[in-house]
């Protein structure tokens, strides 16, 4: 007889308890792993099955971990350049896509680099600033978009 922890039911085959798990995910989700069709008593113990399962192909680089298909796909993707943000550990495929997560996410500035703590001092850094010029008259400054002068 076949066992439905999360919901304390019990299932005659198999086959009835995968069709319960898969038409009830959202609530398995964290417990049920559906490429081995096995129930685990906590999303702690299903993270541990994927990480010491051969069955599983996960891509330890990347935040998300992708568990891929086979060890080819894992392969292809490992052989894909990453670029990886260290202050939350996601891949990305290009310096492009690098820096715009670091704008949108984490208030970094895409024209010079530093990171704010706030999205208002981000703002502000971005205004426009003027910078008095070393030799030119007092009244003569340049100004610049980014807050930069260079």
């Known amino acids: 007889?076949?066992?439905?922890?999360?919901?304390?039911?019990?299932?005659?085959?198999?086959?009835?308890?995968?069709?319960?798990?898969?038409?009830?995910?959202?609530?398995?989700?964290?417990?049920?792993c559906s490429r081995c069709l096995r129930h685990f008593p906590h999303a702690g113990a299903k993270q541990q099955h994927i990480a010491d399962s051969r069955q599983h192909h996960v891509c330890h680089n990347c935040a998300h971990k992708p568990d891929f298909d086979n060890q080819d796909e894992l392969d292809e993707?490992?052989?894909?350049?990453?670029?990886?943000?260290?202050?939350?550990?996601?891949?990305?495929?290009?310096?492009?896509?690098?820096?715009?997560?670091?704008?949108?996410?984490?208030?970094?500035?895409?024209?010079?680099?530093?990171?704010?703590?706030s999205l208002s001092n981000l703002t502000n850094h971005r205004k426009p600033q003027d910078f008095r010029v070393s030799g030119m008259p007092k009244g003569f400054r340049l100004r610049l978009g980014n807050g930069v002068a260079s």
Do not use: W
């Open 77 to 117: 993707h490992l052989e894909m350049e990453q670029y990886i943000y260290i202050r939350c550990d996601h891949a990305f495929s290009s310096s492009k896509l690098l820096t715009q997560h670091g704008a949108a996410v984490h208030n970094g500035c895409e024209s010079c680099g530093p990171y704010f703590e």
């Open 1 to 32: 007889m076949e066992y439905c922890g999360p919901c304390d039911q019990h299932f005659g085959t198999p086959k009835s308890l995968k069709q319960h798990l898969e038409s009830n995910v959202s609530r398995h989700s964290q417990t049920y």
